[in-house]
């Protein structure tokens, strides 16, 4: 291949490789006034990566410490739900395992509305033997005619080998015009 | 014995521990008027949290300058809440309704809150910025003092 022959491929190479504007014989436009140099963004992607790796790393090690600190085969989760909630407005829950205080928990106005719009709300989460055990709820606010109301509910329930899930109902009892605090042992 | 008392000087001038620059422990407490405040549902603003006790004369002093501040800076975010760690619960309450302050008066009978923010002696003031983190902490007041965290105060809300 002799140079001219070189010269004519370099400068097909050339028109190729080049954008268009080059074949085209014009100059580069210039870049936008506002937008972000390509490193800056290259940076900003970076660093939202970065971000969703913490994010996830957190949520690993959050699985993590719940199945090292509270083994399945010991864990016991407690639950509270609260419908309509005409009679009652919830102030605070206490919540005993076999006599011994484990939960004492007020409620603001915003937590408080949040189960009434149908949230639910992991109040306790422990651990327990096998066997026989006892829990008693008490939960105070203010009930009919916004008078002080304080009531409780209890549950015997059998822990067994495997993970124990119960949960605090309040729900209302329209025929009496009064709240109803019920446990529910999901088996 | 000269390096003895060296010593004893050093570590009475070591500095007192603190939870400036910690994320501020969430606590929820019953107040005056029966509702309950939880720290962590004022994140994004600026929060003056003012421990207090009826027995310290400080504490009494500098309640009316916490009044002031709250009033003239409540529109511009921020909340000030006044927390009694006075046993007595009765007579706290009897107090706090007696001094008729604007800001919410909450009332901690137990330990745990106190231990979280390091109490040492009334009264404590800590400012916790719109993020949850403790910017600034004061402990004891003299009348007028409220000039000194009226700077931090504002420099928070600009943030």
Redesign the interface.
Known sequence: MNLKHRMVSLMVCGALLSPAWMAMGETPPPPAPDAPPAELKTLDQEVQGLKKDVVDLNKDLFVLQEQLLFPANTQVALYISMDVGTFFAL??VTVKIDNKEVKNY??????ADALLKGGVQQIYLGNLKVGKHELVAFFSGKGPVERDYKRGATINFDKGVGAKYLELKITDRVPKHQPEFMIKDWE | MGSLIAAMAASSLAAAPTIVGREAPDF???GLDG????LS?FRGQVVLVNFWSRSDGDSRQQMPALDRINITYQRAGLVVLGVSVDDDLRRSKEFAAAMGVSYPILFDTGTKIGKDYLLQKMPMTILVDRSGVVRYSAVGFKRGGERVYLDQIRELLRE
Do not use: F, G, I
Request: avoid cysteine.
């Open positions: 102030d605070s007020l409620y603001t106005a915003r937590e | 929820v407490l019953r509702r309950n405040l939880r549902e």
